[in-house]
């Protein structure tokens, strides 16, 4: 079989639609759920108030994630036409990673009597994980692909957190007997102001997963 002719040729011998397709579906995860905080922020009132909560959470454990990112992207590195044993490595690597934020989702959970930050960090670090299993990265320069990632996330998170604290933005569902009925505990805008939050986790994962995808049919 020539390499033209196989499945793990370099992208560069693909077709558009396939690379399309591929770093849609790998990026699949994080554009759901984008989707979901906005959803959250439009018609909280079909949702089950521990999701709400839940997103909160998301947003806080992405924060911790985030520091660690840079560590996983070195230690997951994955070519995008690398065979299977080579993408299981580094979805194995995702997931001992992800095992010291899962106890500490735990102990979390267990505080807040609530599975939901347990569930949460599963999906988080679930959704990296699948990214390597399905598409690996793009191109030879896996360990540089991953880190420019992690930086757009980073000042993403940064840049967002501020915006969506200070800008005054609109209730749509969240109406005082919604945000009354979702019982927040604690204080602070988040808490006052849902929105602010759930607006922020719209914006963080659906632009993030945006320039990744930008990031991956440019190479």
Known sequence: MSRANSSFAPAVERSPVAL??????????????????????IAPARMP????????????????????????????????????????????????FGAFYLLMAGAIGL???SMMPVWTILWLVGSRIFEILVAGEPGSGVASTRSESWLRHLLLYIVLAVLTAVVPLPALGLSSEVVAGLELSGSGVWVEKPQSV????????????????????RR
């Open 111 to 113: 505080a807040t009597q």
């Open 20 to 41: 399309v397709s591929a770093a849609l579906v790998a990026l699949a995860p994080q554009f759901a759920t984008a989707v979901t905080f906005l959803a959250a922020w």
């Open 198 to 217: 759930l607006a922020f986790g719209f914006l963080y994962f659906g632009l993030g997963a945006w320039f990744d995808l930008r990031a991956r049919l």
């Open 49 to 96: 108030p521990g999701l709400v909560r839940g997103l909160l959470v998301a947003m806080l454990l992405e924060f911790l994630l985030l520091h660690s990112y840079a560590f996983l992207n070195l230690a997951t590195g994955v070519r995008e036409w690398a065979k299977a044993g080579e993408r299981l490595r580094g979805a194995l690597a995702a997931l001992g």
